[in-house]
């Protein structure tokens, strides 16, 4: 059994930063893509970033040149780095992890709340 465990979560004033981290166990085998989702209150779940086996990313345009994805292979693991945080990145983030075999695997998630 697959479990994803996020963690970094927290409350940040505008401007600040945040790092989340989601770290995986279980039996993966080959993963496609791991990503970062996030759910606003009263909003659907959307992408923020996304990092493919290759090493390359896709972000949200609400979201780039402002958050970084990253990975260790080693330990399944992936990161976002959060920077100049805003009150509309407020929302519940995520992890994912999609397998070449089509598995599809959801952390329980990690509030995130930007205020002053």
């Known amino acids: 059994q697959v479990q994803l465990v996020e963690s970094g979560g927290g409350l940040v004033q505008p401007g600040g930063s945040l790092r989340l981290s989601c770290v995986a166990s279980?039996?993966?085998?080959?993963?496609?893509?791991m990503g970062w989702y996030r759910q606003a209150p009263g909003k659907q779940r959307e992408l923020a970033a996304e990092i493919f086996s290759t090493g390359s990313t896709n972000y949200a345009e609400s979201v780039k040149n402002r958050f970084t994805i990253s990975k260790d292979n080693t330990k399944n693991a992936v990161f976002l780095q959060m920077n100049s945080l805003k009150p509309e990145d407020t929302a519940v983030y995520y992890c994912?992890?999609?397998?070449?075999?089509?598995?599809?695997?959801w952390g329980k998630g990690t509030l995130v709340t930007v205020s002053s």
């Open positions: 279980g039996s993966i085998f080959s993963i496609f893509a």
């Open positions: 994912n992890i999609f397998e070449r075999d089509g598995m599809n695997y």
